[in-house]
């Protein structure tokens, strides 16, 4: 599946997500007409209007609904998900960066590169990045986007393992570590942790 970048029309409210006990205090909140907010499996922050998670589905539609997100992804998108997206005014930025478990099959470096201009965008924001479990590609274009912003190379591999957990791949690290970053040097980096 390619990686998405989901980007919403507005401005990013960060939600909590709330956690249930068997299902009685979701049972509670729909009595009270409280909305429930589940987050996509590995969601986290990345910066200031920039999330990353692995692929939402329609329990996940309200949490992304209350923060107003945009979408980046490098794979097809199930209808319904096209759906939601259609419905709520979020853009779908899609790359064709293929899932692949093969050592010797590269990672499309030309796709990362277009991705990381949309995403540097600010008018983009916020935006999800995600792909099928939030860890490989999505990690590969947070990896990049961690070198643009200065980060050394082992806090950049260290998050990626957080993510990518026992999954973790050589290929991808050693992606991270060889990609050329010269070509964005000049691209706009307005956002929180690129601003000195």
């Known amino acids: 599946m390619p990686m998405k970048l989901d ?5 990013a409210a960060v939600a909590a997500a709330a956690a249930t006990n068997g299902g009685e205090a979701e049972r509670e909140r729909e009595r009270d007409g409280d909305e429930l907010f589940v987050p996509p499996l590995n969601f986290a922050m990345v910066d ?3 999330f990353r998670s692995g692929f ?5 539609f309200s949490f992304l609904q209350s923060l107003g997100l945009r979408c980046l992804c490098p794979e097809p998108y199930p209808e319904g998900n096209s759906e ?3 419905a709520n005014g979020i853009r779908l930025f899609q790359f064709g960066i ?3 478990k093969e050592p010797f099959i590269n990672i499309p470096d030309e796709a990362i590169r277009e ?3 949309v995403l540097l965008d600010v008018r983009n924001h916020p935006v999800l990045i995600h792909c099928k479990r939030g860890k490989h590609r999505t990690g590969c274009l947070v990896g990049c986007l961690r070198k ?3 980060w050394c190379l082992s806090s950049i591999f260290d998050e990626y393992q957080r993510f990518a957990g026992t999954k973790a791949r050589v290929s991808d690290q050693r992606f991270i570590e060889l990609f050329d970053i010269s070509s964005l040097k000049h691209s706009p980096m307005s956002f929180s942790c690129l601003k000195r």
């Open 84 to 86: 939601f997206l259609a």
């Open 98 to 100: 293929e899932n692949c």
């Open 48 to 50: 200031g209007g920039v």
């Open 115 to 117: 991705a990381l201009k």
């Open 7 to 11: 980007v919403p029309n507005g401005g």
């Open 148 to 150: 643009l912003q200065r």
């Open 56 to 60: 939402p589905d329609g329990a996940n």
